[in-house]
């Protein structure tokens, strides 16, 4: 198959699926992982998709990929992120913990800790934390979404009553001027409200999130306390963590 063919079968399959992996494309288009894994490099930098670790997804700012796709997405930097954070925040701590795939594995690093409150409209993170005796899981009210996440004005409502001493963010883009991007506005203002509520913001964002495009801003990275990711990001956003004194970690 001639490479200009298997690039348009490429994006094709991408756009039916949202998120296909190296080796299902791989056996579609009848060539081996390393040519799939050279294809999606130059469709990438085309900026024609979106190259993730094990496959490729649409490179679209009007709607998230499918939460079966996300959860496979950069699963293994995002344990090693998940597991950065736990060690970041000490037992007995509050925390409030968004929606998101990542915030998820960060769920499960926590569960070696003793005495947390957790906070969160996630309940998928609700499920993973609630079995643990010392724990004291709240989940915010409101419309339940088919990921998990629970939003609207009765859980921004809810998540104002409370001051905590962490509030652990997931983000779907970072801006090259750093704003922080999401697809769902009722989920963008529930995140303002834990931003706010929270003394120490942590944000997890793997490397591919930054430079991704969506249309709802959240707020900037400089809101941040501490940064979480698996590879350095561009310059400028590394410049403007530096002067205002946001804590990088590489995990």
Same mark, same amino acid.
């Given at each position: ?17 949202? $998120? ?7 056996? #579609?288009? %009848?060539?081996?992982? %390393? @040519?799939? #894994? ?8 085309? !900026? ?18 499918? $939460? ?7 699963? =293994? ?26 915030? =998820? &594995? ?9 005495? *947390? ?12 934390l609630s079995n643990k005796e010392d724990f004291d899981v *709240? ?13 609207? %004005?009765? @859980?921004?409502?809810?998540?104002? !009553? ?24 009722? &989920? ?6 834990? *931003? ?42 590394? %410049? !403007?963590?530096? &002067? ?8």
């Open positions: 198959m001639a490479k200009q063919t298997r690039h348009d079968l490429i994006l094709k399959l991408v756009a039916e699926h949202g $998120y296909i992996s190296n080796e299902d494309l791989a056996s #579609r288009c %009848q060539v081996t992982p %390393q @040519t799939i #894994r050279r294809d999606l490099n130059e469709l990438s930098d085309n !900026q024609k998709l979106s190259r993730h670790h094990g496959g490729a997804a649409t490179n679209t700012s009007v709607a998230n990929a499918a $939460y079966s796709d996300r959860r496979v997405m950069q699963h =293994e930097q995002k344990q090693r992120i998940a597991v950065a954070i736990a060690e970041t925040v000490p037992n007995f701590s509050s925390l409030f913990i968004n929606i998101g795939t990542t915030t =998820e &594995e960060i769920a499960k690093a926590l569960l070696n800790h003793t005495g *947390l409150q957790i906070i969160t409209n996630n309940l998928n993170v609700a499920n993973i *709240l989940i915010a009210g409101g419309t339940v979404r088919k990921d998990g996440g629970v939003v609207g %004005q009765g @859980t921004e409502d809810f998540i104002n !009553q409370f001051k905590v001493d962490y509030g652990i963010l997931g983000i779907s883009g970072i801006d090259e001027d750093g704003a922080l991007l999401d697809y769902d506005y009722r &989920e963008v203002r529930v995140s303002q409200a834990i *931003l706010k509520n929270s003394r120490q913001v942590l944000l997890a964002a793997d490397h591919t999130k930054f430079g991704r495009n969506a249309t709802i801003r959240l707020g900037n990275i400089i809101d941040a306390s501490q940064v979480f990711t698996d590879q350095s990001p561009p310059l400028p956003i590394k %410049q !403007q963590l530096k &002067e205002n004194k946001v804590t990088l970690h590489i995990c």
